[in-house]
DNA sequence: CAGTGGTCTAGACCACAGG
DNA sequence: CTGTGGTCTAGACCACTGG
């Protein structure tokens, strides 16, 4: 047996991936057991687990307790991307950011937002709206809904130079959040504001965060026409 | 000192996060390196890793060696995505799955699809172009070129019952890919096999697959109105 | 029941980068 | 130069689950 000797788990990951890409190891099929592909490898059953276990993390490798371990045959792809603050997205793609705020309320929202947020029906929540820009042109739209009860903070905030996206971020206590990608079509006021064409077809995302029982914030950011996102693989 | 003891790596990552935010550790503020930690924690350093490895991976903490871990100041939200085969996500819905085949044809793409794949000018691509159905409704529109030099067992494939986004996967062996998120409007033809109204906003995935220096396959599907993408966080 | 992956431990060496 | 995280090792116990 031709035995080369893998120093790290990353290159016994690499061994591992380039035997299921060359159909050395077909969808479907059970590989050897960690300790004896460990025994194959040269290393330590440590080393094997943890190279085993990062390639299943891709979706490559099916793992179970006594089943043992199986090539996937409907490889699901796990994509992972970073969502950061607007600012930074923005200067990462060399681009120049600001920001404006076009409106800060205190008002009762709409049944829709209430429901949603889990306030009460005429309790008053601050509501942001602003603009992002890059290169001084549209990026993204942002329609804020923020709990006071839970960020009671943001009442003294104006919100005119630093934008609720990266306040919060600093300031805020949270536990959880949900986030959902969709497609909007642009409404006569959206397209002004990002200087597109009415019914333009606007990446969309939406983000609801909280704190334990509370919600903190829900947020729609709508991009400028031809925005994509690109996650790595 | 008030000293609990963790037992697994999960425990002490939870204790990690409920201090972050908690604002025991402040955003940007070192945190004790791993050794005391683990001390503290009454666990080995390699538990501790463990744990703070996998906060680290989210985003929340900031690791360097030498200048120890820090709360990230601009916590970078890390989402997950899955991306299974059409037919699985959308039986994952409890929907019925159906699938139809539009058309199949050996065409010399137009310039900026042979540009993307970097086949020659006048060499022939395999061009499918398929709908895929959630309980009888158009779900997803699939427009795919495959490069046959390198999948030549695509070319007696009638796709007619099965789609080749299931079939490529289960076929193709392929090194890399790049996907790409945005929005598109439908076009009179897009929408009428949609069914939804022309200009219709919709959620759009483009993928393009290689395997080594060869262009495996391009693919856009555009997702009928109203499709949501939702990640893990 | 028994085989498999999941994890913990103590100790060690090393690569990297801050000071 | 030195502190920090990154990793490897051997050995051990355990949880889960398939047969």
Redesign the interface.
Known sequence: MNRVLFRDWQSVRDEVLRRI???DWK?GELIPNEADLAIEFGCARTTMNRALRSVAET?LLDRRRKAGTRVA?????????????MR?EVEDRGQNYSYQLISRSLVVPPDEISQVMKSHTDEKLLHVHALHLADDKPYALEDRWLNLRVVPDARTQSFQTVSAN?WL??NT?????????????ATPTTASLLACSD??????IDRLTW?KQNDVTKVQLL?A???????R?
Chains 1, 2 share one sequence.
């Open positions: 890409h060359a159909r969808p979706g045959v409907q490889p699901v792809a796990k994509a992972t991307l970073d969502i950061a603050v930074l990266e971020l600093r206590p949270y536990t959880h959040g949900e986030i959902e990608f969709s497609a909007t079509a019914q333009s077809a606007l990446f969309t704190d991009f026409p031809g925005h994509k996102l690109q996650p693989l």
